[in-house]
């Protein structure tokens, strides 16, 4: 069965600093791979996706991921954060059809000082 | 593009009274929609999903009796939480899919927050 680990319960960045936030998968075969944002309150919001080809993805909001199959994981990026930044992180995996049957991590809390 | 609705944001009830959610793609139709439940500080898990026309498919563990879902037309989908009890109290999300050519991605809605007291 598809599994999503975020062992990273919260994060706290300075603005303007870089920003890694971690994500590992388990699945069989070759995953499709979804980073969400979710600002309190809200429903999600999809930065990026990985679903074949370069492995380095752009998304929005100044966002990126690199798909590592050796290291089963999904890694996302942003090289200098914004205080607006501060949200909820969720990395997940879908199946065979991509983005049916979503299976998601636990979600990374992302916390901005000044 | 690609909107899709809640309602409402929020509701509180009296345990063992019955709650609608609503949610409503408003640009598109949405073949399948999807239903979760998500517990504070933690991820959301799949409840259910409904094809336009057909009987939803409930994850395991999730009582179908209980949460009613019907999908009667491609832009609505609701979720009837039956004899409502506190421990039924969560943050309820929906999404949507089915515009061709987006790979079937999942658009959320903004969620619907249920207190039972």
């Known amino acids: 069965a598809q599994s999503v680990t975020q062992p990273d319960i919260h994060i706290t960045v300075s603005e303007g600093a870089s920003l890694e936030l971690r994500c590992n998968y388990s699945y069989g075969a070759t995953p499709y791979l979804f980073w969400y944002v979710q600002s309190p309150g809200q429903g999600l919001q999809l930065l990026l996706k990985?679903?074949?080809?370069?492995?380095l993805v752009q998304g929005i909001k100044g966002f990126e991921a690199e798909f590592k199959r050796s290291q089963s994981s999904f890694n996302l990026r942003k090289p200098s954060v914004h205080w607006s930044d501060a949200a909820e992180y969720f990395c997940?995996?879908?199946?065979?059809?991509?983005?049916?049957?979503?299976?998601f991590g636990t979600g990374t809390r992302l916390l901005v000082s000044p | 593009g690609a909107v899709v609705s809640q309602h409402p944001s929020w509701v509180i009830c009296k345990s063992g009274t019955s709650v609608k959610i609503e949610c409503r793609s408003l640009d598109f139709q949405a073949t399948t929609m999807f239903w979760y439940r998500q517990f504070p500080k933690q991820s959301l898990m799949l409840m259910a999903t409904?094809?336009?026309?057909?009987?939803?498919?409930?994850e395991q563990g999730v009582e179908k009796d209980k949460f009613l879902i019907n999908h009667a037309s491609l832009t609505l989908s609701t979720l009837t939480v039956t004899s409502a009890h506190p421990e039924d109290s969560s943050f309820y999300i929906c999404?949507?899919?089915?515009?061709?050519?987006?790979?079937?991605?999942?658009?959320f809605g903004p969620g619907t927050r249920l207190t039972v007291l």
């Open positions: 409904s094809n336009e026309g057909s009987k939803a498919t409930y």
């Open positions: 999404s949507a899919s089915g515009r061709v050519g987006q790979g079937n991605e999942q658009f």
């Open positions: 990985y679903f074949s080809g370069d492995t």
């Open positions: 997940a995996v879908g199946g065979v059809t991509g983005f049916q049957k979503l299976v």
